[in-house]
């Protein structure tokens, strides 16, 4: 079973920065759609990025051109680089492998933007 491991999380003002990242235990991103998620208290999880096997971007207008999603294959790492953040990004950040009907989670980083 591949395990995924989130980290980087943190507390930031707003406007600033974080990178997460998400480190596969073996290589997957050649089999797996990779994806960043997030779900703040009282919602329901929702799509922040994904990345396909192609390479091929796609994100929603509440965070794009803001987040920018990418993957190192020789370390098996997913990021999510986030910019200009806002206090409506804090939520609990999740990585996500989808490969047809096989959903792999990790356990979540938490990000709190606030003054």
């Known amino acids: 079973q591949v395990q995924l491991v989130e980290s980087g999380g943190g507390l930031v003002q707003p406007g600033g920065s974080l990178r997460l990242s998400c480190a596969a235990s073996r290589s997957i991103f050649n089999l797996y759609a990779m994806g960043w998620y997030r779900q703040a208290p009282g919602e329901q999880r929702e799509l922040v990025a994904t990345?396909?096997?192609?390479?091929?971007?796609n994100y929603p207008e509440s965070v794009k051109g803001r987040f920018t999603i990418s993957s190192d294959n020789a370390k098996n790492t997913l990021y999510l680089q986030m910019n200009s953040l806002k206090p409506g990004d804090t939520a609990v950040y999740y990585c996500?492998?989808?490969?047809?009907?096989?959903?792999?989670w990790g356990q979540g980083t938490q990000v709190t933007v606030s003054s």
């Open positions: 996500n492998a989808d490969r047809g009907g096989i959903s792999l």
């Open positions: 990345i396909t096997r192609g390479g091929r971007t």
